[in-house]
């Protein structure tokens, strides 16, 4: 192995070419060789300024020899093939959410990497690398807190695409908020139902946005989500927990607080997610490229983070989701025994 590890990026859109700069630009130990998407032109406008080959199949750049490792960035719908084609392989991957887009293929993808004896898969759930999220999971580790009783989360976008309905709501963002419940928490979550309120006029017809989420864990604690792609506003993530001894609250973007003449005061606020969990993308980069690196020296396991257990509960989670949107009903995740 070269002493920086080669990878290929699958999927260049708008993930997957933030993942290139940051590879290439700030993640130390690692060089993007390969580049593959859909677009050929979009792979070039990505590959070529980096000396990068443009492959157009994924599952031939997954295999090549100049490829040590692997992020997947493409379509959710492509990850099972792509995911397991990395297992076969025997090369570590870095994938975006969601691992597949069912339970029971996500299931299937952790009994073979269990089979295989080697964990291989990391799951971009980037928010477990945000220093705020990351301080408050340990606040609630230790214990000062008490136990953990509810969390409030709000998820709000500015904007989405007009094919963002409301059971892609859950897929795609709710999906965020199933990882870092269990992250926080740290516990399953056994049941998910979903109210729809009175939807914003910027919705389409028959979408409910936003949504109230609510989330029943283990344990009994609750987790409610304000659900809310088309806010026209920013990009606002919060999270607070109430627990029995204190409270506490994360993501208020209060970075810096202007006062200006005539009489204002005020702050810049966080346009997108890649703004918002930017330092979280970039940390996640550089602790899975180390672990890759070290994986792959080591023949051993090549994760620093969220495994493909995780990208299975998310998946169960949000499946139940959608069950809970389209029949209006209490579901529960059923989530498989992990041994
Ligand atoms: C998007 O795919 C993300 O991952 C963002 O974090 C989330 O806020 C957004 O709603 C999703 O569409």
């Known amino acids: 192995m070269n002493d920086e590890i080669r990878i290929a990026v699958l ?27 859909v677009s050929d032109e979009q792979a070039h406008r990505v ?10 199949d994924p599952a031939e750049a997954i295999a090549a020899d100049d490829v040590d490792a692997v992020v997947i960035a493409t379509p959710g719908s492509a990850h099972e093939a792509q995911v397991l084609a990395c297992l076969e392989a025997g090369k ?43 301080a408050l999971q340990q606040m609630i580790a230790g214990g000062d807190l008490g136990a953990p009783l509810m969390l409030h989360c709000a ?6 695409p007009e094919f963002f309905d409301s059971e892609f709501m859950i897929r795609d963002s709710v999906v965020h908020e199933a990882d870092s419940a269990r992250f926080l928490l740290g516990e399953e979550i056994a049941a998910v ?21 609510l989330f029943e864990a283990e344990s009994g604690a609750l987790v409610t989500i304000e659900i809310f792609v088309r806010t026209g506003i920013a990009y606002e993530v919060r ?4 627990a029995e001894r204190g409270s506490a609250l994360i993501g208020l973007d209060q970075n810096v607080v202007t006062k200006r003449a005539g009489g204002t005061w005020g702050g810049t606020i966080t346009p997108d997610f890649v703004a918002r969990f930017g330092q979280a993308y970039d940390d996640q980069m550089q602790r899975w490229v180390d672990a890759a ?18 990208g299975y509960a998310a998946a169960a989670i949000c499946e139940a989701g959608v069950a809970a949107v389209v029949k209006g009903e209490r579901i529960e995740t059923g989530m498989e025994d992990r041994s």
């Open 11 to 37: 999927g260049v859109g708008k993930m997957g070419s933030f993942h290139v700069e940051s590879l290439t630009r700030r993640t130390r130990g690692a060089r993007v060789t390969v580049v593959s998407d």
């Open 92 to 134: 570590p991957v870095l994938c975006e959410k969601p691992l597949t887009t069912e339970a029971a293929t996500a299931a299937a993808v952790y009994r073979r990497e269990t089979e295989l004896g080697r964990r291989l898969i990391q799951v971009g759930f980037m928010r477990r690398f945000d220093r705020e999220y990351a």
């Open 293 to 310: 690196r070290a994986g792959i020296a080591s023949g051993g396991d090549a994760v620093d983070g969220p495994g493909s257990w995780d």
């Open 239 to 242: 999270t607070e927990i109430v």
């Open 47 to 56: 590959g070529d300024p980096i000396g990068a080959r443009v492959v157009a």
């Open 193 to 213: 139902s979903v109210v729809r309120g009175r939807p914003t006029a910027e919705a389409p017809a028959g979408v409910s946005d936003p949504m109230l989420v």
């Open 155 to 160: 998820h709000r976008n500015p904007a989405v």
